[in-house]
């Protein structure tokens, strides 16, 4: 915090050593954007990653797994483009597969014990 400044706010009380705030002004989760806005799209969000059972999310996993995709890569192409990925999609697969580098840190694909 060394390039920061303080604003002077008046006489400091006794006991007060002139530093910063110890808590900073926390700004809502939705920034300064509409709260009504980031709500609806958080919960329609979890509802479209949400699988409709377990035995989907084993499909989509293993389907996954044999191409050699994330459960999450898997999962998001069939959302976007609303069909399942086959072995006859080599160059979308590589594609995706290249995207990865240029992507942040993905998640771990949930394991077969956690969706019983």
Known sequence: MAGRRRRATGPVGIGHNGGPPLEEKRSPPWGKGDPHRFLTWSRASKAAWKPKSRDVALFRLGRAEKLGLTYEEYTLEVLERGRFL???????????????????????APRKRDLT
């Open 86 to 108: 086959q072995e006859e999609d080599g160059e979308q697969i590589a594609a995706i597969k290249a995207g990865r580098r240029s992507r942040r840190p993905r998640m771990s």
